[in-house]
């Protein structure tokens, strides 16, 4: 199998979001398209609530989905159809915005660490309009796979080799998103199709991934291939791996809204200001 490789390192720049919420932009930032389908890549970790505490208010969203995926803290989120519920520790939230959707997510609690990241996901333009809906799972809903070298690997979308699968279903850029732990000296291959783009967030510690280094804090976008193995660096590393099926259709975008032309961004910023979300 064609050894999946680092293509480029990230390191992101710092923003604040929403109502003012510090994080680092991974993927976004500069409104290309050189991910696709992965559109969006926010992290944040803070226990410093002045950096969070302001949230995301009411805001739309049309024509991709959100992923919302916490490491600490609780996040409530609340809708315009009707949806209220609350996302804590290792829990995901999968939204399909489809044909629009308005939305908030706030603290849950105004002391502790919020850590956490936020991915959008484009979808194909038949899934466009579909209606919104809504994936939650609680962290005991993902399976772990645990290896004999400690290492573990969380499934929060798509199946690893070992054959665990995540309850999350239906989606149409087939995505793998696994939450990855390794001691020193422990190793992971997982199979990636070659027509997926894929990126590995390292959260703690370092890896090693086609004879590259990739530190904490760094993205590495990963070259195309049909199999990856990622080695732990240091006593405790923490990395996600986060692959999903290119689209390659026309993208469109404007803040909020992920289309194929310019007329639907136009009508989905009409709808959206007379109240067809």
Excluded at 65 to 93: F, P, R
């Amino acid at each position: 199998m064609k050894a999946i490789e680092v293509e480029q390192l990230i390191q992101g720049t710092l923003i604040r979001e929403g109502g003012g919420v510090k994080l680092r932009r991974y993927i976004g930032a500069d409104k290309t398209n050189d991910f696709e389908p992965i559109l969006l890549f926010d992290y944040f970790d803070s226990s410093d609530p002045l950096d969070y505490l302001a949230g995301f208010p009411p805001h739309p969203h049309r024509g991709f989905e959100t992923i919302t995926y916490l490491m600490e803290g609780s996040i409530t989120h609340e809708d315009n159809k009707g949806n209220k519920g609350v996302i804590n520790a290792g829990d995901v939230q999968w939204m399909t915005a489809g044909k629009g959707i308005i939305h908030s997510e706030m603290p849950s609690s105004s002391t502790g660490r919020l850590h956490g990241l936020q991915l959008w996901l484009n979808l194909p333009a038949a899934e466009k309009w579909r209606e919104p809906r809504y994936q939650e799972k609680s962290s005991d809903q993902l399976p772990i796979e645990v290896m004999e070298s400690g290492a573990t690997i969380k499934v929060i979308a798509g199946r690893i080799d070992q054959g665990l699968s995540s309850p999350i279903v239906e989606i149409a850029t087939r995505p793998l998103f696994l939450d990855i732990t390794l001691p020193a000296n422990a190793t992971i291959q997982q199979t990636i199709p070659d027509d997926y783009e894929a990126v590995l967030f390292v959260i703690e510690g370092a890896v090693n991934t086609g004879g590259q280094q990739i530190t904490a804090g760094t993205l590495a976008s990963l070259t195309n291939g049909e199999r990856i193995q990622i080695e732990g660096n240091e006593n405790r590393n923490h990395c996600l791996l986060i692959a999903a099926a290119r689209l390659h259709e026309p993208i469109v975008r404007y803040g909020p809204f992920i289309m194929n032309t310019q007329e639907e961004i136009m009508q989905a910023i009409h709808d959206f200001r007379t109240g067809h979300f």
